[in-house]
Structure formats: structure tokens, C-alpha cells
């Protein structure tokens, strides 16, 4: 083996971009190994027809944490975040929708229409999201204590103290709502704001995303609070980078490298390398061996633990435990080339803020139980037959991802389970395909005839190609007994395997809950803590 170098990161996602970036800026000399030709994981822009470009697999992110964005220095090395008049919309099959903006009273008018008391709703839902973000949101980017000894981190536990203090300062009401609402399922949440049937599917929505759970599942209402920590709007975010999710990967990597990261492409782990209880290193699938003071993994618990440490070297209770762990994927990726803009009738009476309301993200699925029975058909490995559709039509913003009059739509389709009880994704992707134009040609007659390209990514294609064991878009299921000291698994939660000089930075780990770079900072972090002990 060669001379040691510090640190070799696995996998050049996002979040090891992040961690990279932290590492080499406090004097390390990291080595990422992306085992595909280009870097960015999940976050990836590609052309998939002729003249046809989009954010290949994600088409929004988490949000990306502001401070890592200041702290990378991100619009230096390029990016450039936009921001859609409209943030999302939703329609129902009654020729009827209605858009959310970042502007509360704003998004409150549209809803009006719809039923004035949830208007009101809403207004109460933002005030009590972004109480609840006040709390949570600080706990994104904190490493899970240490349940055996929590008085070992000071800064750490301090910053507990302070999070106990803003849960004191909510209030009585508040307070027992926060404690009430992670056990509850989203629908009935929603329920408590809402009346329509659009308005509380279109929300909830949110919560059982990327997620194998309906919105009647116990517990959806966490993943709801966990997403608004980052960013508690209703409905999430929607601000894109300018050329789609692989710019943001591009300056993630830019900014790595000019703080002294080396990244290298084509690179895949075959073997973790361990000696004396210690990781020394990494072996590629070419052979090569490169021996490493500490090695990190962004790839997934499963695959890190499963795939690339020979078990000899693991205690068979975590073996069990990250067997235990679930990471079956249940989202399907659709990209469309279209010749044209399509016209779903019920935005007509949409105020698009001057362009498109499709500029935004686009709810499909009209009712609570829509959801739940889409959900239901995955439990028995049937791909839903209505599936819940979230639509983006990137090029509506950013229009040098399509020729001149054309575009491109990109469709998160839920539910398409990793395991089909009959068939495989092999045979099944077209029915699949079908059953997704189906459902939009309901709200938008004539679409079929606009397609000029198809690609279809299903949960087996994302393990194949990005490395997601079980498909799983967020590295494992983000769920009460899979969260925070739980993430990956409990005793193993604080970035640190159970191998000396190994350590998880990918989104298997706290918060995990998709771009928002947090996972790889927060492991960054406990990295050189160890390294300077
Ligand atoms: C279809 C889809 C839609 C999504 N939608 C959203 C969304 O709307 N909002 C959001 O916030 N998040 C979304 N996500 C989730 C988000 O993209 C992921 O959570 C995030 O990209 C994870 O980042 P990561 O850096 O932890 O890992 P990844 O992006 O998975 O990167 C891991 C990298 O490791 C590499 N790798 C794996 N094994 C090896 C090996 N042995 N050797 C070398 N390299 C290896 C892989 O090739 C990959 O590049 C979506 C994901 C998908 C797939």
C-alpha cells in the first residue's frame, strides 16, 4: 500500500462534498472516490434526449443549509439558486387547484377559493410549523447525543440546553402540540387545519415522500416536522439551481477542491480495509489499494456495512441491526422530453405571479385516500395504478435546459415499490410509464401526443446506477425508529462506525432528510474532533 493519506471519503455525493469541504478547510488533505463519471450523487443534471436536459433524479432540494451555502462560498464558484413565483400547486379531478407562495397571506387568497376556512387553517399551520422550526430546526445540524454518556460532548450538550430552552419559551399549547404531533399520522394533522380534501392531501404529501408510508401511517407527522426544521413552509422549498441539481453539485465540488480536497471520478470501493479493529484504508474494484488514517463513507448503511467491511470485523448485534434497518425504495423517477407546454385546465384560475403556476412544483392526487390507497398497492408489491404524482417543469424557469419552445418535465411517482410480487422492473417499467402519462393526461388532455422522450428510473435502476441499496432515495427509511439517535441505528448514530477510524457522512445518517448538506457537515465535524484528540 502507499504512504497513508489522511482521509479517503467514499462516494462523491453532496454530502461528501460537504464533509470534504470542512475537512481540507481545517488542514486535511481528503480523497473522495466517486465510483461514476461525474460527482453529485442524487443531485445530478444530465442530457437524457438529444437537446433535452434536467435534474436527473432529485429537481429539489432539501433546502441546502444556508450556512454551508456561506460557508462554501457557493455563488462564487457558480451557483446560482432561483427562486419560482409560485411555489407549489395542486389540483384536483373537480377542475379546481390552488398555489402556495413563499407569501403566507398570499398563498391564503389562492386557498380561499377553495374553502375560506382553510385559508384561516393555513395561516395557523405556517405560524405552527415555523414555531416548531424554531425548536426542531437547531437539532439538524447537532450530533444525536451519546445515550450511554450524554455529558460527554460539553458543546453538544449545551446545545441540547438550548434547544430544551426553546421548547420552554413555545408555550403551554405549543409545547403539547410538538410532544403530541411525531407519533400522530399526517392526515390527521392536516385534518385539525383543513377541510378540503385537495388541500390536505396536497400537504401531507409532503410528509410521505420518498417514504414506504401512506398519510393514515402513525409517525408521518415527524417525518412533516422533520422536513419543516429545515425549511417550514407547508410545502417545502423550491428554489433550483440555475442549470438544475448538477450545478449545485459542480460548485459543491469547486469549493472542495479550492479548499484542498482531491476528488477522484470512475473510482468504485470494492473493500473498506481493516487491521487490528482499525480502517486503513480502502481497496478499489481495479485493485489498487489506497491506505488512509481514517476512512469515510458516504454510500448508504447497507451498503457500507453489508457490501464493503468484510463481516469478520463487525459484532454480530449491529450486523443484525443494519440488516433490521429498512431501506426498501418506493419512489420512481420519470423524465419527459415534451414538445411543447402542456395545459392542465385547472390552473387556468391560478395566479401564476405573471408566468406558468407549472413553474412551481405540481401536486398530483386529489384526496387523502387517493394517498393512502397508492400507498396501499405497494404494500402488496403492486406499482400504484394512481399514482401520486409530484410534477416540475424545470425548463419554465431556467429554458436553456430545452430547445427553444420545448421542455421538460420531470415526475417523482409515487408508489413503485423495489419489489414487484410479480415481474420485474426489467419488463415492468412501461406499464409503470403508461400508468403515470394515464394519470396526468386526466388533468392535462393531450399530453401523450406532447411526448417526444421518455426515461424511467425505477428503485431497481437507482441501487444499479447511484449505488442506493433497496433504491432507497434518502438512504434508508426516514421513520420514529430510524431518526436522530437512530440514524442508522441506535449506539452507531454520531457519525462514527463501530470500527476505529470509520465514519458515515452520507443521508444514512443525521438528518438524512435529502439535500441539505447536513449529514456531511455534522460528520465533518465529529471527524476532527476525533482527529484532534
Ligand atoms: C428520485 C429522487 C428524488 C429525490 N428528491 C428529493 C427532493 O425533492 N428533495 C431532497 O431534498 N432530496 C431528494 N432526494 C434525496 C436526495 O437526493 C438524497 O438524499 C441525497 O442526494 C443524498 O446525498 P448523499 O450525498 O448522502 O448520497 P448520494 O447522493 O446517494 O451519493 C452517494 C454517492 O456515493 C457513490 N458510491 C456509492 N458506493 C460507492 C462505492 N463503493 N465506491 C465509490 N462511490 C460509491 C454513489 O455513486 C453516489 O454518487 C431525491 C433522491 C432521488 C433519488
Redesign the pocket.
Known sequence: MTIPRDIVI???????LVAAFYLAKAGLKPLV????DSVG???ATAEFHPGFRTSL??????PLSSQIAADMNLSRHGLEMMEPGVRFAAIGLDGRGFALYSDTARSAESLRKLSPSDAEGYVRLCAALERAATVVGPLLSLTPPDIESPSENLPDLWKFVQTGRSFRKLGRAEMFQLLRWPPMAVADVVSEFFENELVRAAIAARAIF?TATGPWSAGTAATLLLRAAADPHPAGPSAVPKGGMGALSAALAAAAREAGAEIRTG???AQILVRDGAAVGVALATGEEIAAKSVVS??DPK?TFLG?VDPVHLDPFFLTQIRNYRALGN?A?INLALDSLPTFPALASVDGTGANPLIGRLHIGHELDYLERAFDASKYGQISEQPVLEVAMPSLLDPPLAPAGKHVMSI?AQFAPYKLREGDWGSRRFELLRTVVKTLAAHAPGIEDRIVAEQVITPVD?ERD???TGGH???GELALDQIFTMRPVLDSARYRAPVRGLYLC??GTHPGT??TGA?GANAAREILRDWKR
Open positions: 467514499i462516494g462523491g455525493g453532496h454530502n461528501a472516490l466517486e465510483q461514476r450523487g442524487a443531485a433524479l432529485a429537481h429539489s432540494a432539501g420518498g473510482a468504485s470501493v458516504s454510500a451498503r464493503l419512489v423517477k417523482y437507482l447511484y449505488g442506493l432515495i434518502f438512504h452520507g443521508s435529502g439535500l449529514s
